[in-house]
């Protein structure tokens, strides 16, 4: 029978704190399936309207499906978190866009009618699983010269996009990633970050238990002569350093999708209200620049224009990247509309989660800012794609005239 597409709004969304990946990190030795389950279970706590059986679906993204990542993570999760058996579950991948592909494949579900309500998240534990772990890429990729070596090295990629762009400069990347620290660091002094951390157990064998509660990756007071000292680790007198980029990084997403009449009924929040979403493909060599054609795709789709966006929340992958993006669309690189509490090159970049931090940090924007109607969420993703997110703003003061 004929079927009419239903609103989709975000409820809510939480996460871990993120790590530092590594043998020193704040989750060298706690599981990366125990880091998302901590995020579900959180989400059902601070939503006490929701019945746990009214859960149709938990997708969860990884980009390394193994060990304590593996398991189909969406399933496994919601058992060990709590859910009901009778909850499904599914994993995805789509590298750093997991969580973001988790969230619009399990919204078109309930457009079209399939789901009511939705868990979608993403996991990444880097010090458990290095980025390409266990990968074995067919070797016509290279044979075939299908790709350039270049294009399976993140970092390589940046300084391919250095080339490109040649006016975005190693200086203006170091200047925009201090900017980050300084606007992660005045939002974790106004308490702004903090709303959505869910304090999460670790252990370590020699120090006992502990409680992470805080973000271990920025570091107040960088300063722009401090990154200019930095090593070049991908080239020779390249661009791209630690300073400039995100670090390899621990944690978990997680947030709560329902049909917007299903939100009503059981008395629960919308804070955002979806509009549409589009991934665009680049070429693997320049991935940074994939966000510019999705996001293309995504105005052009619903008769809009980049002015027409109120807030950005654009992952920062890599300097170069966020700047090359608000250089095509022509915004000013400290325009108050973009990342207003900072990125992922202070916050860190648990690939697959990160997704759902930019819906989750959006979605607050929005409750302080009622003279905003929509707001993007975008990211550049591995081999060569972008993906964008448009978002309205249920609060819009314009609604009411």
Not at 223 to 237: G, I, N, S, W
Request: charged share 20%; aromatic share 6%.
């Amino acid at each position: 029978m004929p079927r009419i597409a239903r609103d989709v709004v975000f409820v809510d969304g939480v996460r871990t704190p993120f790590g530092k990946a590594g043998p020193k990190g704040l989750y060298a030795e706690t599981r990366a399936d125990d880091l998302v389950v901590r995020a579900i279970r959180e989400l059902i706590r601070r939503n006490p309207g929701l019945p746990p059986e009214r859960v149709d679906e938990v997708s969860i993204a990884a980009t390394t499906q193994t060990g304590d990542q593996g398991l189909t993570i969406g399933r496994s999760a919601a058992v060990l978190a709590g859910l009901p058996k009778s909850v499904p579950g599914y994993a995805v991948d789509r590298m750093c866009a997991g969580a973001m592909t988790a969230v619009t494949t399990t919204a078109s579900g309930i457009a079209f009618g399939a789901y009511d309500v939705v868990i979608a998240g993403g996991v990444e534990h880097m010090g458990r699983h290095p980025m390409g772990e266990g990968v074995d890429p067919n070797p016509r990729f290279m044979t075939d010269k299908i790709v350039d070596p270049s294009a399976l090295v993140m970092g390589l990629t940046a300084e391919n996009l250095h080339d490109r762009y040649p006016e975005v400069t190693k200086e203006r990347c170091d200047a925009y990633a201090v900017r980050s620290q300084e606007k992660v660091a005045a939002a974790y002094a106004a308490g702004k970050i903090q709303q959505d951390l869910v304090p999460t157990a670790i252990r370590s064998a020699d120090k006992g238990w502990g409680l992470a509660t805080a973000d271990e990756p920025p570091r107040p007071g960088t300063t722009v002569e401090d990154l200019a000292q930095l090593k070049t680790p991908f080239r020779v007198a390249g661009n791209v350093t630690a300073g400039n980029a995100a670090g390899l990084n621990d944690g978990a997403t997680a947030c709560l999708l329902m049909a917007e009449d299903v939100a009503q009924e059981l008395g629960l929040p919308a804070r955002m209200r979806l509009v549409d979403f589009a991934f665009a493909g680049v070429e693997p060599e320049v991935m940074g620049i994939g966000p510019v054609p999705a996001t293309e795709r995504l105005l052009a789709r619903n008769g809009m224009s980049i002015e027409d966006i109120g807030l950005f929340e654009i992952n920062e992958a890599f300097a170069v990247q966020v700047l090359a993006f608000l250089d095509h669309f022509k915004i000013d690189e400290d325009d108050p509309r973009v990342n207003p509490w900072g990125g992922a090159i202070a916050v860190g970049h648990p690939l697959a989660s990160s997704g759902v931090r930019l819906m989750t940090q959006l979605a607050r924007h929005f409750a302080e800012r009622p003279d905003v109607r929509y707001g993007l969420t975008t990211m550049c993703i591995g081999m060569g794609m972008g993906g964008s997110v448009l978002w309205e703003n249920p609060n819009w003061e314009g609604a009411q005239k």
